[in-house]
């Protein structure tokens, strides 16, 4: 394992630890954390440190952070499993080890630093490199093979839909005229690419002209989307009452995602016109973010990677049915998710979703120098 590259600030850390902390914190027993996207530990180290009597399950795909994380949480060795697993295999991690149900899951998508600043690894446009954008580079299709073989059409909606490029056909032609002179095979020359395929004023903005290309080829290359739809029900479907998940998502399409499974799941499945739940039809889950949490304007500042995020939270709650005196869609309306207290600063910070989103920042918890923002719903 070579020395650390680069430096990882947990993202909306403490924001993560308040909303994980009722359901590790129990009097009775030991608690079971799932943190999928292990990553370099910033956040399963904090849990550990908060929580003496839970237990980590830590997954990555990538072995280098698993063996990164590893060091780190050295000193909590009686109580992590490290997994080196796809987190869609999620449910048959939690069998392997023998755990039916779990407190607290925890997912912080997309790439770690360590794998953006590696200079070896291909997933940045900012310095050359061969291009593979594999996470777990012991399997799967590199990013060469994807720009060698697709066709233009493929090409085309694998920018448009995973990297939002509106010049994605544009990108495709001058990708496929290339690879007809010499196989494309840099980072660095597709990052130009790229950057030649750009009208000139729509250079100007929108950050490096490579960033979407790139975003996109990541996500197709790792089948990120898809992995997410199978892991995000598993991981709900494993909490106990009272267990809670987060989600921090970086890209639209991830967040909707994690909307639709959330939202889905604290909606009453019986006939909305029946005073009392009907058996097995009540929510399954209270959500605990009112539309999408962003961070604040200082925690961006300081952690530029926090600027794209938006967490989302629920907890399991019981299913408890025909009882006739409250039932839980009653229930839930009543607790509502909780207001981020404090000042409204801005609005207008737009998404794909197409939801208003309103910036407010937190109260500072002391040191963190963190804030976090509520996007409502539109
Ligand atoms: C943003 S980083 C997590 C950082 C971590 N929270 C920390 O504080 O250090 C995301 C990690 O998730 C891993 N990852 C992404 N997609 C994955 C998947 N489908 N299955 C397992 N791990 C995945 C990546 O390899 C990366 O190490």
Same mark, same amino acid.
């Given at each position: 394992?070579?020395?650390?590259?680069?430096?990882?600030?947990?993202?909306?850390?403490?924001?993560?630890?308040?909303? !994980?902390?009722?359901?590790? %914190?129990?009097?009775?027993?030991?608690? /079971?954390?799932?943190?999928?996207?292990?990553?370099?530990?910033?956040?399963?180290?904090?849990? !550990?440190?908060?929580?003496?009597?839970?237990?980590?399950?830590?997954?990555?795909?990538?072995?280098?952070?698993?063996?990164?994380?590893?060091?780190?949480?050295?000193?909590?060795?009686?109580?992590?499993?490290?997994?080196?697993?796809?987190? %869609?295999?999620?449910?048959?991690?939690?069998?392997?080890?023998?755990?039916?149900?779990?407190?607290?899951?925890?997912?912080?998508?997309?790439?770690?630093?360590?794998?953006?600043?590696?200079? %070896?690894? #291909?997933?940045?446009?900012?310095? %050359?490199?061969?291009?593979?954008?594999?996470?777990?580079?012991?399997?799967?299709?590199?990013?060469?093979?994807? /720009?060698?073989?697709?066709?233009?059409?493929?090409?085309?909606?694998?920018?448009?839909?995973?990297?939002?490029?509106?010049?994605?056909?544009?990108?495709?032609?001058?990708?496929?005229?290339?690879?007809?002179?010499?196989?494309? =095979?840099? +980072?660095?020359?597709?990052?130009?690419?790229?950057?030649?395929?750009?009208?000139?004023?729509a250079r100007r903005t929108g950050g490096h002209p490579a960033k979407r290309t790139f975003q996109a080829l990541r996500i197709e290359v790792n089948r990120e989307l898809?992995?997410?739809?199978?892991a995000l029900p598993a991981a709900l479907d494993a909490l106990s009452p009272g267990g809670r998940a987060v989600v921090l998502s970086y890209h639209s399409l991830e967040?909707?995602?994690?909307?639709?499974?959330?939202?889905?799941?604290?909606?009453? =499945?019986?006939?909305?016109? !029946?005073?009392?739940?009907?058996?097995?039809?009540?929510?399954?889950?209270?959500?605990?973010?009112?539309?999408?949490?962003?961070?604040?304007?200082?925690?961006?500042?300081?952690?530029?990677?926090?600027? +794209? /995020?938006?967490?989302?939270?629920?907890?399991?709650?019981?299913?408890d049915g025909t009882n006739g005196t409250e039932t839980t869609t009653r229930r839930a309306a009543r607790e509502r998710p909780r207001r981020v207290a404090g000042e /409204?600063?801005?609005?207008?910070? #737009?998404?794909?979703? #197409?939801?208003?989103?309103?910036?407010?920042?937190?109260?500072?918890?002391?040191?963190?120098?963190?804030?976090?923002?509520?996007?409502?719903?539109?």
């Open positions: 394992m070579g020395e650390l590259r680069g430096t990882h600030v947990p993202v909306l850390l403490e924001r993560c630890l308040e909303l !994980l902390a009722p359901a590790l %914190d129990r009097d009775d027993r030991t608690t /079971v954390y799932v943190d999928a996207t292990l990553g370099l530990a910033g956040h399963a180290e904090a849990v !550990l440190a908060a929580h003496p009597r839970t237990v980590l399950i830590g997954l990555d795909r990538d072995t280098e952070a698993l063996a990164h994380a590893r060091a780190r949480l050295d000193r909590y060795a009686d109580r992590i499993h490290l997994v080196h697993a796809v987190y %869609d295999e999620f449910a048959e991690v939690l069998d392997g080890l023998g755990y039916a149900r779990v407190d607290g899951v925890l997912f912080d998508l997309g790439v770690s630093s360590l794998q953006l600043d590696a200079p %070896d690894r #291909g997933f940045a446009y900012a310095q %050359d490199a061969p291009l593979d954008m594999r996470m777990d580079q012991s399997t799967g299709t590199t990013a060469e093979e994807v /720009v060698n073989t697709y066709t233009h059409g493929e090409l085309a909606r694998v920018l448009r839909v995973y990297g939002e490029e509106r010049f994605a056909g544009r990108i495709a032609s001058a990708i496929i005229r290339e690879r007809e002179r010499t196989r494309l =095979t840099s +980072s660095a020359r597709l990052a130009e690419l790229v950057r030649d395929s750009i009208p000139a004023p898809a992995a997410l739809e199978t967040d909707r995602i994690t909307k639709q499974a959330l939202a889905g799941r604290a909606r009453s =499945t019986g006939p909305v016109d !029946l005073p009392v739940e009907l058996p097995g039809t009540g929510p399954m889950l209270r959500l605990l973010s009112r539309g999408a949490e962003l961070a604040g304007e200082s925690e961006v500042e300081a952690n530029p990677r926090a600027a +794209s /995020v938006r967490l989302r939270a629920a907890e399991r709650i019981e299913q /409204v600063r801005t609005s207008g910070a #737009g998404v794909a979703d #197409g939801s208003g989103a309103v910036r407010r920042e937190m109260p500072r918890s002391p040191g963190d120098g963190s804030g976090t923002t509520v996007q409502g719903e539109g």
